[in-house]
């Protein structure tokens, strides 16, 4: 299936990861970094359009495109064994139960992506998957990182645990994700943005960690929450790796 990716970055970063079938360009831009783009698609022989904006706004439905959207095939998607296969002994992997909002995911990708994240696994059935949102939303990052989509999650995790993953689900009231050692070999389960992790998943995590919160709101956007993890799992690594140093 064809589809289109819109943005500078996003763009730049899929020339440099898939196969780009054509580009259409707006006319009479030709500054900035679309000068590299112009490069890659010369490289790569890809065919250019420039057209005006009118027809940009209409390939990507009215978001942002920056003055440039590729056409190409539909995204990667990677297996289970193949993000395991991955990971080393500080192997990390984010699990999403049904995350709905593509910009969530992009997001989400992002800092995945930034934290040293391995991959990314999505359920088949109540999730978004890759689209052009996900690819502005993650600034191309998404590229970079492996996607695999399971039918059943609890069996996905049952798989983690069997290659020594230690799986952590997020949800309030347990103990505080920086009293938790998030070292070694991990997986982090996020819940739908607004019903959180499911039971079945839930049962089945090594331990629930929280983030504690002092406002009136108590709970996070799936994708600050995401971050706030990732970036505690990373940080907890480079502490572990000064330590074993001195």
């Known amino acids: 299936m064809k589809e ?11 020339l440099k990861n898939r196969k780009v079938d054509k580009l259409y360009i707006q006319k009479g831009d030709k500054e900035g970094s679309i000068k590299k783009i112009y490069a890659l698609a010369k490289e790569q022989s890809i065919l250019i359009t420039e057209t005006n904006k009118k027809k940009l ?6 978001e942002n495109h920056q003055g440039i959207v590729a056409l190409v095939s539909g995204f990667e998607y990677s297996s289970l064994d193949e993000i395991i296969d991955s990971c080393d002994e ?65 069996q996905a995790i049952d798989k983690l645990k069997e290659n020594n993953f230690w799986v ?20 982090i389960v996020i819940g739908n943005e607004g019903r959180g992790i499911g039971h079945s998943v839930k049962k089945n995590c090594d331990k629930i960690i929280s983030i504690p919160m002092k406002g009136s709101i108590n709970s996070l956007n799936a994708s600050c929450a995401a ?16 330590l074993q140093k001195r």
Do not use: C, W
């Not at 952590?168 to 997986?187: F, H, N, Q, W």
């Open 4 to 14: 289109y990716i819109y943005g500078r970055n996003p763009v730049i970063e899929v």
């Open 57 to 62: 706004d209409e390939m990507s439905k009215g």
């Open 90 to 154: 500080n192997g990390r992997v984010l699990i999403l139960e049904r995350i709905e909002d593509p910009h969530n995911l992009g997001a989400i990708a992002r800092s995945a992506e930034a934290a040293g994240f391995n991959g990314i696994i999505i359920p088949k059935h109540g999730s978004v998957y890759v689209n052009d949102a996900v690819y502005k939303t993650s600034a191309g990052a998404i590229e970079n990182i492996k996607v695999t989509i399971e039918t059943n999650l609890s």
């Open 168 to 187: 952590y689900g997020t949800d309030m009231g347990e103990e505080s994700y920086s009293d938790t050692d998030l070292t070694g070999r991990v997986a």
């Open 227 to 242: 971050s706030i993890i990732m970036f505690e799992v990373l940080r907890q690594e480079n502490e572990k790796n000064i």
